[in-house]
């Protein structure tokens, strides 16, 4: 007998908007072009609310055709204390225009760029251990000074 996968879905989890601070430039780099931008706060809402704290951030980088590759990585609290550690890896493309403008904040239309993650959680928290034994992913939106997505659990 012959096991026939189960086809994934993505179920909503959970919406994240992340405060962004400026970006800091490092140049071309042995790793290539690489950007760092601080994350200064946030909120999550959804499965589980959580506020996200400053000290993170997106190591960035950029490759020669201007896509990026996506190295963000957060902390956030719950109300009850519970700390969670969230690890974000992803792509953002579109063209050459439309990536320069978001880099100067302007709002774009998200239908006009890709723009994907996905996630990876931690916690000693046993209320939302299960977070941890699932695979999420997310489409994303580049604001101003923000990132926002809706978090999907790939069942």
Known sequence: ???????PALDPAFDVTVQVGGVADYGV????HRRV?????GQITGSFDAKILPGGADWQLVR????IDIDGRYS?????????YIEVSGVRSGSPDVLEALLHGDEI???????????????????????QHSLFVASC????????YRAYRVT
């Open 109 to 131: 239309d998200p239908t006009q760029y890709y723009f994907r993650t996905t996630l990876r959680i931690e916690t000693s928290s046993p209320r939302l251990a299960h977070l």
């Open 141 to 148: 939106v580049r604001e101003a000074d923000t990132v926002r």
């Open 64 to 67: 020669p055709d201007g896509a």
């Open 29 to 32: 780099t042995r790793a290539g």
């Open 76 to 84: 956030a609290q719950t109300s009850e204390g519970e700390l969670i």
């Open 1 to 7: 007998m012959i096991l026939t996968p189960a086809v």
């Open 37 to 41: 931008i601080d994350i200064v706060g």
